[in-house]
């Protein structure tokens, strides 16, 4: 049996031990756990290092360190923002694409993991028709972040780009992204789509919105509640955006150019119905890492 004094002293270290790096990372993953948040070992530490201004070598380094009180406070906002669902990525500020570090805000949806397939895709198709190296044009239709535009200029060092939002907010996030990452190879201009883009390109990028109206009310909360909905809605069957893709883009193409979009679930039929309705020739969709078909492409015929 315990003595009184004995629990107050192992309660005294516990204590203790929460105020310290490692406690209250460990802690602030319990939190998010108990949550539902759904990577809440990583949030923690990056939400940890990104109120300390420390990288993850040096949370290691520091972890038996205790924390001040203005430390605290700073690590209990954020982690009540992401209690809220609010993305990590938007507390933040930046988003890892392709390696490239990217900011994001409000404008702005967060670029995903699976929209690579489409930088993938459409690398492995340039490929095969010839060296990286040669000169390109390259078009990305609703650019946001400019994420999709700046991963191709950073494998493609003698193509020019060009990116396109309705988005004003979005258009200064990619503007400063490409800036920032020195991509003076990269413009942007506000339009919807490809209507104020003169042709020929070599290829075409888009991860149009391609969820349908009545979905979204269902997607995560940090989806439906923190990403702009004109970047989510893809009117009544999702479907919008590749038939405005699909009216504008082929004509821009030069003979033999490619178009590569993202697919959301289920669309990978339609969306390649529709580009073979206007001329292009669809190739067999290329999986993400889940081996859902996440990207198309299609060629413009020689």
């Not at 990288?55 to 209690?83: K, N, Q, T, W, Y």
């Not at 490809?194 to 969820?211: K, R």
């Amino acid at each position: 049996m315990t003595t009184p004094d004995a629990d107050n002293a192992a309660a005294a270290r516990d204590k203790s031990a929460v105020l310290t790096i490692s406690g209250v990372r460990r802690a602030l993953a319990e939190q998010f756990r108990a949550g539902g948040v759904e990577s809440p070992d990583l949030d923690a530490r990056i939400l940890v290092g990104h109120a300390l201004g420390l990288d993850h070598a040096a949370l290691a380094a520091e972890a038996s360190r205790p924390l001040g009180a203005d430390e605290r406070v700073a690590i209990a906002a954020l982690a009540r923002r992401r209690l809220a669902r609010e993305p990590v990525a938007r507390i933040v500020g930046m988003k890892e694409f392709w390696s490239l570090a990217l900011s994001v805000d409000a404008a702005t949806l967060v670029p995903r993991p699976e929209t690579e397939t489409v930088v993938e895709a459409a690398l492995a198709a340039i490929d095969a028709d010839g060296t990286r190296g040669r000169k390109l044009r390259v078009a990305d239709l609703g650019t946001g972040t400019g994420a999709l535009l700046l991963a191709l200029l950073a494998e493609l060092p003698d193509a020019f780009g060009v990116g396109t939002d309705t988005s004003f907010g979005a258009l200064r996030v990619a503007r400063s992204n490409a800036r920032r990452l020195g991509f003076g190879r990269a413009h942007f201009v506000a339009c919807d789509m490809a209507v104020a883009l003169d042709g020929p390109f070599n290829l075409i990028v888009a991860n149009p919105p391609y969820i349908a109206s009545g979905d979204i009310a269902a997607l995560q909360p940090e989806v439906r509640n923190f990403d702009p909905r004109p970047a989510l809605d893809g009117g009544t069957d999702g479907l919008d955006g590749y038939r405005a893709i699909a009216a504008g883009a082929p004509a821009l193409l030069r003979t033999g150019g490619l178009l590569v979009v993202e697919l959301g679930a289920g669309q990978a039929q339609s969306a390649a119905a529709m580009f073979a309705g206007a001329g292009l020739e669809p190739l067999p969709p290329r999986n993400d890492l889940k081996g859902l078909p996440r990207a198309l492409v299609a060629r413009k015929a020689l």
